[in-house]
């Protein structure tokens, strides 16, 4: 039992291996599939797609409201709606690559297909003279419209076979863990690239936004599609799945029959204020410190805080559970925001101080990176526990959708409230205008900076305090499944131990016994229908 | 029911589509005539608010202590022969920018790196901006009694102004140039200003209901009224030789100076020499009607002919913000 309690702490629980000899179950479950150019160009795609993904959703906003002027009010709704539409996406997407079949695979077609797309469309969005040569706002409104909708359709079709890409390049759990976890890190740095080049071409073009986006997402949209497609080629899909698809319907169905996952999803919808922090340091730096290159020095150890925070959130679980340890992180975070506000509003207002500060404050935002995934298995646990079904996919792709309306809720009231505080655009009729800010607004930009994130963070706590799932409960739940497991491993073990030869993965061999164990029971119930009709 | 909710959709449908009808059929004319309309009564209305809340501030007592910006262009020019030798001088103030139109023989803006004909060195140039600043710390009874202590500062560069005005003690940061007081007692006046500008004035003068409505009618085309606090944005456009163009002026001529209206619009900077774009922030309770902070902000346009690229020398006209003014005053009633 004890060994159940611990399990919570660290990865999904494993079934335990039969303690008697190494047997063939046992070289199958340990056989390494993955070589080095798996990791090598996984990585490289999975760094390319979030440098896309980092360029779009932190530089766009203000690409659209400042650079080409395009009305803050019309680029908060179609944000609101394309990232809607983009996470409904997600689902879909989902169901037609499980239905897919072809001899590359059921993923890697889509990488191939839709990431050069992708590319070309991320330049399209950010050059500036496609705009410029358009009379009427209304014109500029429905390309931004257009351009963004097949980004996002685009996008969706290169990212959902990306992120399954590792759970069909190997049928081994920890070599998925190992590819995933140093993908995720060159994805976080990934995501910071634009953010580099960015600093870099405000260097060489003298602070000229306009330029150096363009030129940011010309390298961006040339060299991603190429990691990508490398990607596609050289990381193989090894494994077939044969367990059956749910469609969307029975998706949001057991959205709503799983409360304690429910409640989670609620309560990290409730998160997308956090984001805003993040997304405000552009107006920051260029409005109220007035120096663009300012914003590596509050982006990158922000990237950095945060990191260190998805690193020792492990740790800190084997301390508190995950509920305790939200709530924990969201007060850490509010209150930092917090302090920064109040430390502007009191006179500090050196920048190096609020960089300081902010350092602080974006550590515990990695812990809340890492937590929800970490409560999303526990909510798979509680629903396997309760009903006998698991449904990862399901679950993952309803994460997604989550975390698109999460950031189109972000986008559409950061657009909002900066109109709120009077934010005034750019005059679209002159090329680089920086209108300064009144004092109302540039208190409105630290604000929704700091304290307006400080505050409504908060709310996503109130769903998790009546999420269930607590440390005690969950002991409880993985001891039973331990429980289960462990019977069902040593079920299969006879089963396998009897019939697994030279290559076949362990995970056919296990479907088609039990499909042939089920034949088999079916032909004696048949046949024994038929006996009793012959005795009538 | 299935049958219900189809007629229910159509009906709606056809409802929407004759709606889209009818805005998609009304003039372009009729369009632009609407837009003015609305925003003159929109003005209107501002003004009108704005005139109430003014008319409260001024017949309170108060102080206040707060700074009065000029942003303007300066150009450092180093002056090298060719013997090594080097001269330096600079170009531009307040009250004359170094930024001129010039014409299509003459850069307007100044060129980075100029060596002109038979002559033995090479000019280069840097423009930067710079801030003419001066702080008020007022003492407000009355209009026949109050008191204005001014502190003009040497001017300094903008990124220099950003990094201490914030500061609390920002005066001790910058070197004092001199310093004025001004009083009037009774409606007599005594004391000096510097170069007579009376931030009383200004605040009057800014708020004042009618100016606004005739400098804004003029040539705006670009009003915004927001609920939570009041901000009145205007625009007036100017010609050659500083005519003052409005909306008839434009009209009559053909549309020479400008095409459309609102965030689509666009003007031809052969015709359209200079614009200044105003924008009055206020602050203020609703229910004690009473005025907290005001911030006057003022952007000066120029259109001015400048080299095209590096690659192509020929000139362009171009147009940019060339001063601004920056005042923010809060009240601190008695």
Same mark, same amino acid.
């Given at each position: 039992m004890e060994e159940n309690v611990q399990s919570i702490d660290g990865a999904m629980p494993i079934a335990e291996e039969p303690s008697t000899d190494q047997s063939a179950n046992d070289d199958l479950a340990n056989k390494k599939y993955l070589k080095k150019k798996d990791y090598i160009f996984f990585s490289l795609a999975q760094f390319a797609s979030s440098a896309v993904t980092g360029l779009v959703q932190g530089y766009l906003l203000y690409f659209y409201t400042v650079c080409v002027s395009i009305p803050a009010a019309a680029v908060g709704t179609m944000f609101l709606v394309s990232k809607i539409f983009d996470g409904l996406n997600d689902p879909i997407m989902?169901?037609?690559?499980?239905?897919?079949?072809?001899?590359?695979?059921?993923?890697?077609?889509?990488?191939?297909?839709?990431?050069?797309?992708?590319?070309?469309?991320?330049?399209?969005?950010?050059?500036?003279?496609?705009?410029?040569?358009?009379?009427?706002?209304?014109?500029?409104?429905?390309?931004m419209w257009i351009t963004y909708l097949l980004y996002s359709v685009m996008g969706t079709a290169v990212g959902v076979p990306l992120n399954g890409l590792p759970a069909v390049a190997s049928p081994n759990t920890d070599e998925r863990a190992k590819i995933i976890s140093i993908s995720r890190i060159l994805g976080s740095i990934g995501e910071q690239s634009a953010l580099v080049l960015l600093t870099l071409f405000l260097l060489i073009t003298n602070d000229n936004y306009t330029n150096s986006y363009m030129l940011m997402a010309l390298i961006i949209g040339i060299l991603g599609?190429?990691?990508?497609?490398?990607?596609?080629?050289?990381?193989?899909?090894?494994?077939?799945?044969?367990?059956?698809?749910?469609?969307?319907?029975e998706g949001f169905k057991y959205l709503f029959r799983n409360k304690q996952f429910l409640l989670l999803i609620c309560s990290n919808l409730l998160t997308f204020f956090r984001n805003f922090v993040s997304a405000m340091i552009i107006y920051v730096v260029s409005y109220i410190f007035s120096r663009g290159s300012l914003q590596i020095i509050f982006s990158l150890p922000g990237a950095v805080a945060s990191m260190i925070g998805m690193m020792i959130a492990p740790k800190l679980r084997k301390k508190m559970d995950s509920k305790r340890l939200f709530i924990f992180a969201t007060i850490w975070h509010s209150a930092a925001l917090a302090l920064i506000f109040f430390v502007y509003i009191i006179g500090g207002t050196a920048w190096w101080l609020v960089a300081a500060l902010m350092f602080i404050?974006?550590?515990?935002?990695?812990?809340?990176?890492?937590?929800?995934?970490?409560?999303?298995?526990?909510?798979?646990?509680?629903?396997?526990?309760?009903?006998?079904?698991?449904?990862?996919?399901?679950?993952?792709?309803?994460?997604?959708?989550r975390s698109k309306v999460s950031s189109g809720l972000k986008d559409y009231t950061m657009s909002y409230l900066l109109v709120f505080f009077g934010f005034s655009q750019a005059l679209p009729f002159l090329n680089d205008h920086t209108p300064v800010q009144s004092d109302f607004t540039k208190f409105g930009i630290f604000a929704i900076y700091t304290i307006i994130p400080a505050i409504l963070n908060l709310i996503s706590i109130v769903p998790i305090l009546f999420y269930k799932l607590s440390g005690k409960k969950m002991a409880e739940i993985q001891g039973r499944l331990s429980i289960k497991r462990l019977e069902e491993a040593k079920r299969l073990e006879g089963i396998i131990d009897a019939e697994v030869k030279g290559e076949t993965d362990i995970y056919s061999v296990v479907a088609e016994k039990e499909y042939e164990a089920e034949l088999a029971e079916e032909q004696a119930t048949a046949k024994a229908i038929v006996e009793e009709e012959g005795k009538e | 029911?299935?049958?219900? /909710?189809?007629?229910?959709? =159509?009906?709606? $449908?056809?409802?929407?589509?004759?709606?889209? $009808?009818?805005?998609?059929?009304?003039?372009a004319e009729e369009k632009e005539k609407d837009y003015y309309e609305t925003n003159a009564l929109a003005i209107e209305s501002a003004t009108d608010t704005l005139s109430s809340l003014t008319d409260e501030v001024f017949s309170?007592?108060?102080? =206040?202590?707060?700074?009065?910006?000029?942003?303007?262009? *300066?150009?450092?020019?180093?002056?090298?022969?060719?013997?090594?030798?080097?001269? *330096?001088? =600079?170009?531009?103030?307040?009250?004359?920018?170094?930024?001129?139109?010039? =014409?299509?023989?003459?850069?307007?803006?100044?060129?980075?790196?100029?060596?002109?004909?038979?002559?033995?060195?090479?000019?280069?140039?840097?423009?930067?901006?710079?801030?003419?600043?001066?702080?008020?710390?007022?003492?407000? *009874?009355?209009?026949?009694?109050?008191?204005? *202590?001014?502190? $003009?500062?040497?001017?300094?560069?903008?990124?220099?102004?950003i990094n201490k005005i914030s500061k609390k003690n920002y005066r001790e940061k910058f070197e004092i140039a001199k310093e004025f007081e001004y009083t009037v007692k009774d409606g007599v006046a005594s004391g000096e200003l510097n170069q007579g500008i009376n931030p009383i004035y200004v605040i009057k003068m800014s708020t004042d209901k009618e100016t606004i409505?005739?400098?804004?009618?003029?040539?705006?085309?670009?009003? @915004?009224?927001?609920?939570?606090?009041? @901000? /009145?944005?205007? @625009?007036t456009v100017f010609g050659a030789n500083n005519a003052l163009i409005t909306k008839e002026v434009n009209d009559e001529?053909?549309?020479?100076?400008?095409?459309?209206?609102? %965030?689509?619009?666009?003007? %031809?900077?052969?015709?359209?020499?200079?614009?200044?774009?105003?924008?009055?922030?206020?602050?203020?309770s609703k229910g004690k009607n009473k005025i907290n902070s005001l911030e006057i902000y003022n952007e000066s346009i120029l259109s001015y002919y400048t080299k095209n690229n590096n690659v192509d020398k020929s000139l362009v006209l171009k147009a940019d913000v060339i001063a601004f003014t920056e005042m923010v005053v809060e009240f601190k009633y008695a």
């Open positions: 989902g169901v037609i690559v499980d239905r897919t079949r072809t001899k590359w695979g059921k993923m890697r077609p889509y990488l191939f297909g839709a990431a050069i797309p992708w590319g070309i469309l991320t330049i399209i969005m950010f050059m500036p003279s496609i705009y410029s040569s358009m009379a009427s706002n209304a014109a500029k409104i429905a390309f599609p190429v990691f990508m497609v490398l990607g596609a080629k050289f990381v193989k899909e090894r494994l077939e799945p044969t367990e059956r698809t749910p469609n969307v319907l404050a974006m550590i515990p935002v990695g812990i809340l990176n890492v937590i929800p995934h970490l409560m999303a298995t526990d909510t798979l646990d509680y629903w396997e526990d309760k009903t006998g079904d698991r449904c990862e996919g399901i679950t993952f792709s309803l994460m997604s959708l | 029911m299935k049958k219900k /909710i189809f007629a229910i959709t =159509s009906i709606m $449908l056809i409802i929407v589509s004759l709606c889209s $009808l009818f805005v998609a059929c009304k003039s309170k007592a108060w102080t =206040s202590s707060f700074v009065l910006a000029m942003t303007y262009y *300066k150009t450092d020019s180093e002056k090298i022969y060719s013997d090594g030798t080097t001269e *330096k001088y =600079s170009n531009g103030s307040v009250y004359g920018s170094s930024i001129k139109r010039g =014409s299509t023989t003459e850069a307007g803006w100044p060129v980075k790196e100029v060596k002109p004909d038979n002559a033995d060195y090479t000019i280069k140039n840097s423009t930067d901006q710079y801030v003419y600043f001066m702080a008020f710390d007022v003492d407000f *009874k009355s209009l026949d009694n109050y008191t204005v *202590k001014t502190t $003009l500062f040497n001017d300094v560069k903008r990124s220099d102004y409505r005739e400098t804004g009618i003029a040539a705006s085309d670009n009003f @915004r009224i927001y609920t939570h606090f009041m @901000r /009145i944005e205007s @625009r001529s053909g549309k020479i100076y400008w095409q459309n209206y609102g %965030d689509d619009i666009t003007y %031809d900077w052969n015709n359209v020499y200079s614009m200044n774009n105003n924008r009055l922030t206020v602050l203020y």
